[in-house]
């Protein structure tokens, strides 16, 4: 239930309610993601949980704006009146270890309306749109992270092989706990990695609604928040932990069906695309540059964005192409999951209810509009002359903060995807960490915000 005015039967309630108490659940807490990527809370003790679903809990409209220094950063419509109510929607509520229990908030205004700047709610009506026109997504994540002590200083590794089996073993008993945790939380790991930076690691979570693989998002990192502390560790989700090193992503498998057939397998196209899958390629690739704000913006995104770093950094798509911003994944035996598009370019410190909910509208853009995908790249984007890629039409996306920033705010097509209210939010967070880190050198930057969107 993440629309409309929460109706739960007392009964039902109260049954949940013991069973929530039988597991050794004492506190539940309803937790929301903000314009900055960071992730907010309230907590209310177990017998609450009626109240903590129906009225909801208060919350001020700067919420929305609290940013990644702990700044506010005001527009002209939130200001410090006004009060708004956070609603957990109790299908996706999950007990946690240590007598938690947590479950993921939709944001209403008083009078009982979804909030116009409540992303998850957005990400709900793009769900929506897409099934005015019969289609059905499918969004899988990845999480990137990097092992630091509680402090934020990096971990005393004294050799790293990159994808190496030894980092599996020096953290098994973290990676054992995590996978533990997650299935005790309802999440199936389909699988757990040393990446390719020190102390970095990575799971990836299975495919699921927009919605709910956004909300799983969440209730992973919680778990991974609750794991590391127990090894006296913190993960850092930021895009750049130690610049000069490899930095985290948040990549995004996309899949999407119209009337039940996927579009990305089976049509007459290059890899089997139909002429939606093409089109929705083509959207999101000539809209990246539109909606990057939403997806790298915070002020140590651009130091992720290196091309020969695997981020994605160029506007184009290729099968299996790890430079591309979109990355296509055939379907087949060896993908069971079926064709997908990877979109590389997201990063950990965007809110993961907005990305999903700006690639897809952009999916869905090219789809209602008949656009048809740019000629493939084969090979890496970054081995091309600035020739070669001028004539096959393919951009370097950004990594200036305040270029990427501008651009969302000038957007019309964003705007008119997303609404004026979500991308005010968004570049005022953003323009307030430009703003007021402006002239710190990186190394001091990353320092800074290492455990910025940890939970
Ligand atoms: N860490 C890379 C990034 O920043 C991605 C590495 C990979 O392809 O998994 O997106
Ligand atoms: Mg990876």
Redesign the pocket.
């Known amino acids: 239930m993440t629309e409309a005015t929460a109706v739960i039967d007392e009964t039902a309630l109260n049954l949940k309610i013991s069973e929530l108490q039988n597991k050794g659940v004492r506190i539940v807490i309803g937790s929301m993601i903000n314009a900055s990527g960071i992730a907010m809370a309230k907590s209310v003790p177990v017998a609450r949980l009626g109240a903590f679903s129906r009225s909801g809990m208060g919350t001020a409209p700067v919420w929305d704006v609290f940013t990644i220094d702990g700044g506010i950063a005001l527009t002209d419509k939130i200001t410090p009146v006004g009060d708004r109510r956070l609603r957990i929607d109790l299908e996706a509520l999950r007990a946690l270890s240590g007598g938690r229990a947590w479950a993921p908030t939709s944001i209403f205004t008083q009078d009982g309306l979804p909030a116009s700047t409540c992303t998850r709610g957005l990400l709900k009506r793009i769900e929506d749109q897409l099934a005015e026109k019969n289609l059905t997504a499918l969004v899988g994540h990845?999480l990137?992270f990097v092992l630091v002590n509680p402090d934020g200083r990096a971990l005393d590794e004294s050799y790293w092989t990159p994808y190496g089996l030894s980092g599996l073993l020096d953290r098994a008993a973290f990676v054992d706990d995590l996978v533990i945790e997650m299935a005790a939380a309802g999440i199936s790991l389909e699988q757990v990695h040393a990446?390719?930076?020190c102390s970095?690691f990575?799971f990836s979570l299975p495919p699921a609604s927009p919605v709910e693989s956004a909300d799983s998002v969440i209730l992973a990192k919680i778990i991974v928040g609750i794991v590391a502390r127990k090894y006296n560790l913190r993960a850092s989700f930021s895009?750049s932990p130690f610049p000069g090193s490899?930095?985290?992503?948040a990549?995004q498998h996309f899949s999407l069906a119209r009337n039940g057939s996927p579009i990305f397998a089976g049509g007459s196209n290059v890899h089997g695309i139909t002429d939606d899958g093409g089109a929705a390629i083509g959207g999101i690739i000539a809209g990246l540059p539109d909606v990057q704000g939403f997806l790298t913006g915070s002020i140590v995104s651009g130091l992720?964005l290196a091309p020969g770093?695997?981020?994605?950094a160029f506007a184009c798509w290729g099968l299996e192409n790890?430079e591309a911003s979109v990355r296509f994944l055939a379907g087949g035996p060896s993908n069971p999951h079926g064709a997908n598009i990877e979109v590389?370019i997201i990063?950990p410190s965007a809110n993961v209810y907005l990305a999903s909910a700006a690639v897809l509208a952009l999916a869905l853009d090219g789809i209602t509009s008949g656009r048809s995908a740019p000629a493939e790249i084969v090979g890496d984007p970054g081995a091309l002359s600035e020739e070669e890629r001028n004539e096959a039409g393919v951009k370097i996306l950004s990594g200036d903060p305040k270029t990427i920033i501008d651009a969302l705010d000038t957007s019309r097509l964003a705007r008119q995807l997303l609404g004026d209210d979500i991308v005010d939010i968004t570049v005022a967070v953003r323009r307030h960490e430009q703003v007021t880190f402006a002239g710190e050198n990186i190394e001091a930057l990353a320092d800074k915000f290492r455990l910025a969107w940890s939970i």
């Not at 770093?309 to 994605?312: E, I, L, P, T």
């Open positions: 990845e990137e990446e390719y930076g970095q990575e895009p490899v930095g985290s992503g990549h992720r770093a695997w981020s994605g790890r590389k990063d």
